[in-house]
């Protein structure tokens, strides 16, 4: 089970700190990742750990804005998100995968993210 939260209401260029609760599989094995969808647009991925936290993957578009890391103590996979710009508003999922270039293998409910001013 997967449960993102930290969504919210923030102005450009401010930050916010998302955590997707892992419940029922091993953070050793699967990849978790964030995706996000906004109103009319695809679905982009944004970032993925790799299984046991060795790698991290991510997107042109929040490269150097966005960091996903590991709370060993809560079993959660964080996004902190730095520089937010008004394209960054959308619904953030956390999903579970096999490997970060692989399909996601299910995903729970998201937070909203607003950047407006």
């Known amino acids: 089970q997967l449960q993102a939260s930290g969504g919210g209401l923030v102005q450009p260029g401010g930050s916010l700190r998302l955590s997707c609760a892992v419940s029922?599989?091993?953070?050793?094995?699967?990849?978790i990742g964030w995706f996000r969808q906004a109103p009319g647009k695809e679905r982009e991925g944004v970032a993925c750990?790799?299984?046991?936290?060795?790698?991290?993957d991510y997107a042109d578009s929040v490269r150097g804005r966005f960091i996903v890391s590991r709370d060993y103590a809560k079993n959660t996979i964080d996004l902190q998100m730095n520089g937010l710009k008004s394209e960054d508003t959308a619904v953030y999922y956390c999903?579970?995968?096999?490997?970060?270039?692989?399909?996601?293998?299910?995903w729970g409910q998201g937070t909203l993210v607003t950047v407006s001013s």
């Open positions: 999903a579970a995968y096999a490997s970060c270039n692989g399909p996601p293998l299910g």
């Open positions: 029922g599989l091993s953070l050793d094995y699967h990849a």
């Open positions: 750990m790799s299984s046991g936290a060795a790698s991290t």
